[in-house]
């Protein structure tokens, strides 16, 4: 009897049209890491084969997918006082590996079918009913994070392991991925993670936080993600995974060419860069600067904090920087002032930084810097992510966790190192010697605020040794109250140079240390 009360409850509560089997389970990270090693003991099969074939790119093209819209009213917990919704993205287009969703409460958990009358398809029509066991593209989040009579995209979760989230106050610029492999190899191709399962937790009302599981499924691996989102003026995700890799046959038995994994990209950001105050490749456009990101902060495990300017090269750039437990990294947006952007469409500077918080130690490893040339500002052509020296072994579980921090202001993000800061770098062609070029770096900070023109604070630079530095000089910066330090280098060939430079008095490091790689434009 208390059985059929307690199905009849979940029938009132879970509208019909979505209702399918359900299940007594509670859902934790350990029920999803459970499913995720016995898939991991099967070769990886593609959810692009559940597709009906006219949601396949070849029938369904951009504009076509672009008229179709879901319906606001028809949003996943609109029908009750929570303090989020869910939406839901059509199948189809380049979106062709559905996702299948499920919904949890704390005891009971069930499948979210593909519901057709959720979508408004204007003009267009299909040539069959879509079967309700086709899933979805992907997901957004709602959430009143700007005003609180009004629903805000918090974040959304499309195509293959990325996502990206907004504080208040944010556009969308950057992404976050679940994995990301062989990234930036030149030998193979870099393999692409999916997630394939998820489970949504039923948030309670005036629950600040809302709670996402995931199943990741690729051909060398199977993951599971617990995600546990806090928006805000910068909005937290925190993330636990544990990833299982397969052995090799079951990889080849999905991939005959697939070699073994150089690099395990994890907590991997995406961002674009076309040019800034730093680019030597110039663009006929109106505008100064166009990014979503302007640099990669890091800091190390020895207190070290790093900046590397972003840039747009010629030809692929693939930097490593070795480090051991590692603080933090990330893509960050420092230029917020429009008038460097003068862009009124885009706003580029209201993009949220994005900083990778370790939570534990993660040992030894590298954080890598790839990036891409581009010809425009549609494609995110730079990648960041942290590769462990130690790679994990098949079928061993391999967990790590980490927060991300959505945000403006560095401040608030609480990316403050005891270090001033790089705020700009610019460079050009010494007028004197056009086989010599010259970089303008401007530091500033409370740290720089004590010294004169008379007692100024040195600068400490250095190269590879297929360049020389001929010539450094301090100057005090009068428009910003810190210090421009003027580089002259002299490359020996055609290969890339890596710089550092940072201001210090006496054994006191004064600033961030700002690396950069340069090669010919």
Known sequence: MKRLLCLALIMAIWPAGRLAAYEYAEVSLDYVAAKAKVRAQKPFQ????????????????YDHYHQIAFRDEDALWASEPLPFRVEFFHPGYIYSEPIHVNEFTLTHVQPIRFVQDWFDYRTLHFPKQIPADTGYAGFKILYPLNQSNKWDELGAFLGASYFRLLGAGQVYGQSARGLALDCGETDRPEEFPIFTDWWLGKPSKGEDRIKLYAILDSVSCVGAYEFIIIPGATTLMNVDARIYFREADKIHAANPDRKPNKTVGMAPLTSMFWF??????????????????????????????LWRPLTDPSIMSHQVFIAKDISGFGLIQRERNFANYQDIFNHYDQTPSVWVQPNGLWGEGEIHLVELPTQNEYMDNVVAFWNPKEQPQPLKEYPFSYTLKWGLSEADMGLTFDKDKVTSTRIGVDARDPKVRQFAIDFAGPKLKPYTAENPPQAITSCSANAGISDSQVFPNPYNGGWRVVIKLEPHNQDPVDLRCTLQKGEEVLTETWTYHWSLP
């Open 46 to 61: 593609s959810p692009r084969v559940e597709l009906p074939d006219f949601l396949r790119e070849d029938k369904l093209d």
């Open 276 to 305: 800034g105050k730093a680019s030597e490749r110039k663009f006929d456009d109106y505008r100064a600067e166009v990014h979503d990101s302007d640099g990669l902060l890091m800091q190390l495990g020895n207190k070290e904090v």
